[in-house]
Structure formats: C-alpha cells, structure tokens
C-alpha cells in the first residue's frame, strides 16, 4: 500500500527532545515526501477522542530547543477501558491514517506493540529519561537529565562542603538506575543508591563516617527514586494510587536516607529532590541530534513497510529492531558502570 498519511503521538511522561522528533517527521514527511502528517493529542487518548490536528512546515519552526510537547501527552491505556481499542482502531480508519508513529517508553510502545499485533502500520520510536528501554543503547532525553541532575550535584557540593553537610539528592529512576550513576559519577558522588543493588543503609554511614575520619566533612549521596534499603522489598511512595499502567508514583527515598544518616552519626544531613525539572527545559545537543535521527529514520522506514517495529541506537547506528523485543524486559543499569562509580565511594 503506498502511504499518504501519517500519525504522531507523544505518551507517557514529557521529556526533552519530543519537539526535535516531531520536527524531523514533519519535515522529512511533508519537505521531502509530500505526505501528510496527522499530530495526535495528548497521546493514545488522541486516538481515543479524535483529536488530532494538521502538522505542517509552519508548525514545527522554532521547536527543535523547545523541551516539552506541542502535542501534549498523558499515560492512557486504550486497553484499559473496554471500547477503548475499538476506538483508536476508528478514529485511525475515520482520519486515513496509513501508518503511526508512536513516540514513548515501555508503557506507549507496550501498547503500540499490542495494536501492531492487530494490524496496525507503525514505527515506534524510544524516549524515556530514564534510559530502561531495552535494544538501544540510548533513548533520548536521558543525557538532559543526566546533565540536569549533574549540574544540581555540582551546585550541591559547594553548599555541603561551606556547612560540613551531607547531601542526599534524589533523582528519577523507577527501575534503572541510569541517570542516578552516571550524573554521581560526573558529579563526584559519594555514594550512589540504585533499584538495581539493595542498599545498607549502616554501609552508607560507614562510607560517610569514613570520610569525616579522613577529614572531609560534607558528603554527596545520590539515590534514584527506585532504590530499596535490603531489609523492605517496598518502594518509598508519595502515594497509594497507581497510573493507567499499574505504576504507583516514587518519591521519598531521599529523605528516608537523609534522616537515617542523621541519625545514626549525627551530621547534619539534608535532601533535595531533584523530580520534574529532570525531564523539563530545553534539550541538550546530543539529544536534539538523537531525537532527530530517529525521526528521520522511522519516516525511511514507514515507506519501506519496515512495521512493527522500533528506531534503536546501536553503537554509532540508528538501526530498527522488533518492537516485541524492545518491550519484553527493562534495560537495566550496566553493573560495569556501577562498579567503576564504587571506585569513589566513601
């Protein structure tokens, strides 16, 4: 079938470099093709209620630095209502979509996957800050916050060490504990906390008190949102209610740890929660070129027919992989990375 329309959607959570991906549809799309784009709002919900808008030239210019989404998002599962799916499948047919390019994480492309296996054309492409999309070796929006959240440690240091303070800084990472590793190593952290590595919380003191014994009085601990002490399987919440897609929302770790190293050696100790501006505010460099190759190549791969699949970073190459494979497992921290960050502890 020859393609004349195609959709974009953004879901899940916002994250720096939607804009750049949008554009790079568009104007391979539109510039280079003559094809029509159709943005989807608000994500799968936009296949839901119909809403969708013309995206053309015009529309993209000036978007590449801006963070956020022109079309909007939110975590909507179509299949968790019961005609949900029903009509995604309409408004697609209603609107002459030929094929979708779905942008999002493991939920988004877990639910594109599930249409895909029913039919539909699509492209997905991977964002997520916290980098836990398995097949590529970088999603976009993962280098901003991990730049974000260095840049918040630097600023830290020198408030710790002006009060012979500790630092607890909080970052995102639900399951990985990507971003928590690499900012505290290009930070110079202390100590990091991963979901990936159950923590002792009396280790982590020891490492502090360890370095007091050496004469620094201020220490930097980064702790990703998902990292659990080893005697509780449970996550710190902010709440009991859960999202569309089961997940309950973290947050608190951070001051569960500041107040246990309080208390247990007695240095004034004190948190800071870094939350969403992780995943606000304009992209950096690597991730606008990132988001825009992997718009490029879906849109090479839309009119290939190349379906069902996902845009990768492998090695150096923007490659496509079965979108079944990408959504099967989290990609979780390389411990190679995590023992070289353990090399400066304490």
């Known amino acids: 079938m020859s393609i004349r329309r195609i959709g974009i959607l953004t879901g899940g959570g916002d994250c720096p470099g939607l804009n750049a991906v949008i554009r790079a549809v568009v104007r391979k799309a539109v510039g ?101 999309l398995d097949c590529t070796d970088y999603t976009f929006g993962f280098d901003t916050a991990v730049t974000t959240a260095t840049d918040a440690i630097d600023r830290l240091h020198t408030t710790a060490e002006s009060h012979h303070r500790v630092m607890v800084v909080e970052v995102m990472g639900r399951h990985a504990g990507w971003i928590a590793t690499v900012a505290g190593i290009a930070g110079g952290a202390d100590c990091i906390l991963v979901p990936e590595v159950p923590f002792d919380i009396e280790e982590v003191c020891e490492l502090v008190q360890r370095r007091k014994a050496r004469g620094k009085d201020f220490s930097i601990v980064v702790v990703a949102e998902g990292a659990k002490p080893k005697d509780s399987k449970v996550q710190v919440t902010t709440t009991d209610k859960v999202d569309a897609f089961g997940h309950v929302r973290l947050g608190g770790i951070g001051t569960v740890v500041s107040e246990e190293i309080e208390r247990r050696t007695g240095i004034e100790t004190r948190v800071t929660i870094l939350g969403h501006i992780q995943r606000g505010g304009s992209p950096t460099p690597f991730d606008r070129v990132l988001a825009t190759r992997f718009g490029i190549k879906a849109v090479d791969m839309v009119l290939a027919g190349d379906f069902g699949k996902m845009v990768a970073l492998q090695g150096n190459q923007i490659v496509a992989v079965p979108l079944a494979d990408a959504v099967r497992r989290l990609k979780t921290l390389d411990m190679g990375l995590y023992d070289i960050a353990k090399v400066f502890f304490g």
């Open 32 to 132: 280079h093709h003559g094809l029509e784009v159709l943005g989807i709002r608000e994500g799968w919900l936009g296949l839901m209620t119909g809403d969708l808008t013309p995206l053309g030239l015009d529309d993209i210019s000036g978007i590449l630095p801006k963070g956020g989404t022109i079309l909007r998002t939110s975590r909507t599962n179509p299949f968790k209502t019961e005609d949900g799916p029903r009509r995604v499948l309409e408004t697609l047919a209603t609107h002459r979509i030929d094929a979708l390019i779905p942008v999002g994480g493991e939920d988004t492309l877990g639910v594109a996957l599930k249409f895909a296996e029913q039919g539909v054309k699509l492209v997905g492409i991977p964002k997520t800050i916290d980098n836990d």
